[in-house]
């Protein structure tokens, strides 16, 4: 038996010392890893640099053959940058450093990257299925610890959705700036419902209030469906990065998706401008009104505006980049970023 323990312990020294030696190796190569993603982080804004200074030049020269094809070299260029860029790290934000610190929140694997995507949006629909639940609840009982329960559950989710997105934006995706400020007036928005004291008020506009939230649940769940499977087309098809947000790579076939999805996002933004107006009534004709009722009519009225423009906007703004969008996906293929099927000579469904 003493023996046989003597032999195992052996045999454990020979594999710690095989362990030791690779570990050894491994660190020697993460240092040389990160010393050439700052060298290609540096080259990437020296190229970049210089294709604007090309770019400004052009617009002066007079449009000849050769200065077409210079144009559609530098889109291509740009396009092929971006990829690089994708598998490289990323400091986070202002917000981010102020949450988090300064850490490097960069993800170095296209699969690491779309599992994180892929567990954002799982994450939405987890939280789309709670608020649904709560808010049932209370339109069927009147309990104001079941109002606050879901109130509270509405601030931490807007912070925990800032958070998110921040770490999507640091690893390349393009979400508009927009839908990152509304999450953020957002947390405040649910802060000032969850203080709005019980009172003549908060019964008023607490019914509407609640039939507005579980109808945007409703428009949520139904965004989650298009976003998901827009997502997972376009990966399959090479045509995108796995972070981005998939109205950056617009398609002309999307628009099946978006004509049915339309309708509901603006239901959900007339719906904001019909809270603001019973607001704006509340506070000028009740006697009772505190801030929190012009403070949330304030809230309405700027998500409606902002809303309706950036979505008015973000499509046609993505149709003039399909070029770009086309150049990132012929040069995804040169890189062999993505290693998928070629699918692209199938039509879309």
């Known amino acids: 038996m003493e023996d046989s323990v003597e032999v195992q312990w052996e045999e454990l020294e020979v594999e710690y010392k095989k362990l030791e030696e690779a570990h050894q190796v491994y660190l020697r190569r993460l240092k040389e890893i990160t010393s ?59 917000y981010l450093k102020t949450i988090l ?55 931490w989710y807007y ?12 690893n390349g995706s393009k979400i508009k700036a927009w839908w990152r400020i509304h999450h953020g007036l957002s947390v405040f928005a649910a802060i000032v419902l969850l203080v709005w004291p019980e009172n003549d008020t908060w019964d008023t ?6 039939r507005y939230s579980l109808y945007n649940c409703l428009v949520q769940y139904l965004q989650f469906n298009y976003q998901r499977g827009a997502l997972y087309r376009m990966r399959a098809l090479g045509m995108k990065g796995n972070m981005e947000i998939t109205v950056e790579g617009f398609q002309h076939w999307m628009w099946r998706g978006l004509t049915f999805l339309y309708p509901f996002l603006f239901g959900s933004y007339l ?6 107006y019973t607001l704006y009534e509340l506070y000028n004709h009740h006697p ?27 499509i046609p703004g993505k149709m003039k980049n399909k070029m770009l969008v ?11 970023v993505v290693n998928v099927p070629n699918l692209t000579k199938n039509k879309p469904l």
């Not at 912070?159 to 999507?168: D, F, G, Q």
């Not at 719906?271 to 603001?276: K, S």
């Not at 086309?326 to 062999?336: T, V």
Request: with cysteine; aromatic share 12%.
């Open 36 to 94: 050439q993603q700052s060298s290609f982080l540096a080259q990437i804004g020296h190229q970049r640099y210089r294709l604007k200074a090309i770019n400004a030049g052009l617009k002066t020269e007079i449009s000849t053959e050769r200065l077409r094809e210079i144009r559609n070299e530098s889109l291509k260029r740009e396009a092929q940058l971006q990829l690089i860029e994708e598998t490289l790290p990323h400091q986070g934000g202002l």
């Open 101 to 155: 610190g300064n850490i490097n929140v960069g993800f170095l694997g296209q699969e690491v990257k779309f599992k994180y995507k892929d567990s954002y949006e799982k994450f939405k629909l987890v939280c789309i299925i709670i608020a649904a639940v709560l808010l049932l609840l209370n339109m069927s009982l009147t309990s104001r610890f079941l109002q606050k329960l879901y109130l509270f559950f509405l601030v």
């Open 159 to 170: 912070c925990t959705l800032t958070i998110r997105e921040s770490v999507l934006r640091a």
């Open 205 to 210: 506009f607490r019914a509407q209030f609640f």
């Open 271 to 276: 719906y904001q401008l019909v809270n603001a």
């Open 288 to 314: 009772d009104a505190s801030w929190h009722v012009l403070a949330m009519c304030l809230f309405m009225s700027v998500f409606f505006i902002g809303n309706s423009i950036t979505t008015l906007m973000v």
């Open 326 to 336: 086309r150049y990132k996906m012929m040069a995804r293929k040169l890189y062999n």
